[in-house]
């Protein structure tokens, strides 16, 4: 069976612009990898008259509607109420959704529930309940005139669990066959270069499909299957696979990876090399994003974040003559970086980054979005010279993308440059 989703996410503060919807994005990436069409995002205020008009909407368009938001016990969480009183179901009691309710907040609080929490219990009559592990409210699912509903917790935490380990079990059953996705990272390539460079395969492609996600910097491509096995799956997409990866060639960093940084550990731990890092305008980002990634500790050996000439001097051992004749945005300071960092940390290798991330030039005159990186090896130490752009976050995140590219193409043998 295949669905045409749209996703309804609920609260008031979603539309102040107070958080972010993190839960859409998690969920179309998600519903994607078991070929659902996510159709529309929609999100609506904690109004019941405003709900039930995007019910009445949502509904006649698509089959598959997934709510998150507004499951909690307090007087503003309606989106139970709402949406069963628009399909005509209603709401039953279950006494086991208490028990849970009490052992996670005696266990996470040491604090009993509150009578307010058997709200939670209410779920609709005759729905598949989604438990939760990792909060107080249920998730739920239930069809009725055609549409399948589903309920999850606007909890970022919650709504991942809940989708993991009930929403997607559920669809990947009723869809039957095996639907299996891999997906293939990029980095140092535009969305619109890489639509053009695969633009034929793109077109062609039914089962397996293959489709584009841009993200900074970075463009990841899901293949993704339709079979009865996952062994099918497999051969179906091979040519796909191999075709894709010969046309991106050195582009593509990693297959089923998260990121830059995981790719970069992977390396690491495989050819038993530790590095260290040195930091400027990047603040810390490169080790923060390493350290992010478990096991990380088996080869970063640690970092600098030497934002001032007199850390850079003193700490790292910055000859003073560079940083007053070329300045410290400058190939010759993210040199001497590196090879510090590497020295005072005993790594294998390690990488500096210094520049201007913005909002305005530095005192030498250089851009906003120039950055230089160093890269110490054995061998040598080499510079990579950037030019990014504006926006400090984009840069920040750019230039910390460019050191982790720069390690895992030393690690796998390709320029660096």
């Known amino acids: 069976m295949s669905y045409r989703a749209e996703i309804i996410a609920v609260g008031t503060e979603l539309l102040l612009g107070n958080i972010a919807n993190t839960d ?22 904690d109004n019941p008259g405003r709900l039930a008009e995007v019910i009445d909407i949502a509904r006649r368009r698509c089959d598959l509607l997934i709510f998150t938001g507004g499951l909690g016990p307090t007087y503003d969480d309606l989106t139970k109420e709402t949406v069963c009183r628009a399909f005509g179901v209603e709401l039953e009691f279950h006494p086991e959704i ?29 729905c ?19 549409v399948t509903v589903v ?28 639907i299996l996705s891999h997906d293939l990272r990029t980095f140092g390539l535009r969305e619109p270069i890489v639509q053009e460079m695969l633009a034929d395969l793109m077109d062609e492609a039914v089962n397996p499909s293959l489709a584009p996600y841009a993200k900074t910097g970075e463009v990841m491509l899901r293949l993704t299957a339709k079979g009865e096995t996952a062994e099918e799956c497999e051969e179906l997409m091979a040519p796909l696979f191999w075709d894709v990866r010969a046309r991106l060639g050195e582009y593509l ?4 990876v998260d990121s830059l940084e995981q790719r970069s550990v992977q390396l690491l731990k495989e050819r038993h090399l530790t590095f260290s890092a040195a930091e400027s305008c990047t603040g810390g980002l490169i080790a923060k994003r390493v350290t992010d990634v478990p096991g990380a500790s088996a080869v ?24 007053e004749q070329y300045g410290a945005v400058s190939a010759p300071v993210a040199k001497a970086m590196a090879e510090g960092v590497r020295r005072i940390t005993g790594s294998d290798l390690a990488v500096s980054v210094t520049g201007v991330a913005g909002p305005d030039k530095d005192d030498r005159g250089n851009e906003v979005g120039t950055v230089f990186i160093g890269f110490a090896a054995p061998e040598e130490t080499t510079v990579r010279e950037l030019h990014l752009g504006t926006g400090r976050e984009r840069v920040r995140t750019l230039a910390a993308h460019h050191a982790f590219d720069i390690l895992r193409r030393y690690l796998t043998g390709l320029p660096i440059e």
Not at 151 to 178: A, D, F, K, N, S
Request: proline share 6%; glycine share 14%; hydrophobic share 40%.
């Open 24 to 45: 859409a994005q998690f969920l179309s990436e998600q519903l994607s990898s078991v070929g659902v069409d996510v159709l529309y995002h929609t999100a609506v205020g």
């Open 98 to 126: 208490i028990g849970e309710i009490r052992r996670y907040l005696d266990t996470v609080f040491g604090a009993e529930a509150p009578k307010l929490d058997e709200q939670q219990a209410y779920l609709p009559e005759g």
């Open 128 to 146: 598949a309940v989604l438990h939760n592990a990792v909060g107080t409210a249920p998730g739920c699912i239930f069809e009725k005139d055609g």
């Open 151 to 178: 309920m999850l917790p606007g909890v970022p935490r919650e709504c991942r669990y809940l989708t993991e380990h009930g929403l997607i079990p559920w669809l990947r059953e009723r869809h039957g066959g095996v």
């Open 253 to 256: 960093y990693g297959v089923d």
């Open 300 to 323: 970063f050996m640690g970092g600098v974040v030497s934002y001032t000439n007199g850390v850079k001097a003193k700490v790292l051992g910055v000859p003073e003559v560079l940083l």
